[in-house]
């Protein structure tokens, strides 16, 4: 049964919809299948992995609202093991159609059930939000990533964040852990960067993957192409800097017998 994994955090560009894109390809480059949920109106998920999303016909919106199977929605992907459940700017009118309805947090959990045997992980893109499809989303989730960037406001809303985990945990999913808090859109030249890493880390402790995301021309122009950064350019920091994160969360799971020294691909 597959692990369900959402990628959230209400603050806008920390990196979200990069996480799960090239999460999702480099799980797939492993060789485990994977479904990537794109569950942000904006669709950035879906134009990222080279689908236009005004030829999107029907998406997760249909899933939700009128209770159509997923697996009539997924779309294939250029990475075999990679597939999509795309979104549609329509996805914006779900929040507002979601809330008379009867258990309307658990419209996701409902509709990704039907694909857990199916895959062996599923990765869920939200919007820069706390809504009620995050709020679904969560409710689905076994567990969830968060994104954080190396930046001067990189706390900001954190607490808020985690606050809505622990309502979740309490009230909706109390299978829901922290996968973990990514350090995204580092530079190594900004003591900045640096100083907000050793800030993080004070704070949080056990909780910040090992793995930090650089920040990388490659990673910023690969959605421009359609492409993720595995397949357009496998060499690149952000390529490692995302296969090294897939390795840390299939260690920590037990998936895979990779020794801890063995454990990371080291970057130059």
Known sequence: MGKIITIANQKGGVGKTTTSINLGACFGVLEYKTLLVDADP?????????????????SIYECLVNDVDPRNIIIKTDNPNLDILPAHI?????????????NREYMMKKALSKLKD?????????????GLITVNALT??????IPVQCEYFALEGLGKLLNTIKIVQSQLNEDLSIEGILLTMYDTRLRLSNQVVDEVRMHFQEMVFDTIIHRNTRLGEAPSFGETI?????????SINYLNLAREILQNNSMTRISSEEKYISVD
């Open 42 to 58: 904006q669709a950035n998920a879906t134009s990222g992995v080279g689908i236009d999303p005004k030829n999107v016909k029907t």
């Open 90 to 102: 329509d996805l914006v009118g779900a929040e507002i159609e979601l809330i008379n309805m009867p």
């Open 118 to 130: 199916d895959y062996d992980f599923i990765v869920v893109d939200c919007s820069p939000s706390l």
């Open 140 to 145: 689905a989730s076994d567990s969830v990533i």
């Open 230 to 238: 595995i397949m357009h350019d496998a060499s690149c920091k952000g």
